[in-house]
């Protein structure tokens, strides 16, 4: 998936970090189509796992210092994804690494992103232009 001008927030770090988001899912994506990914997955993973805590640690500050009234749903729901990710980790050093599996976590990954982004996040837009 791609990001698209009404996932904008208001704030370009921010915007720039989704895109980055989802170009990481895309790429993944292709490289799993392509036949490849299991010896990625793992790195894969981490990247996901550290990109998402930077993001949801800056977003959320960023919400909280323009009083933000999506600020404790936007946290709640950035703990949801990170327990998604968290399981998945946790299953693949169980598990190995599983063609479908990874195909339905990066699924997942776009419809929470697309999901999240349209409802919560761009709510920031509006809490930065009124200052
Ligand atoms: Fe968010
Ligand atoms: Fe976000």
Redesign the pocket.
Known sequence: MKWKQEYSTGNDEIDEQHKSLFLFSEEFRDVLNNGFGQKTYDLFLEFLAEYSKLH?EF?EECMLAHKCPAACK?KD??ALFTKVVTKEIETFEKLGFDRDRAFELLNKIDTWLDS??CR??VQLKDCIEQG
């Open positions: 949801f977003e936007n729901e950035h999240h982004i919560i996040d």
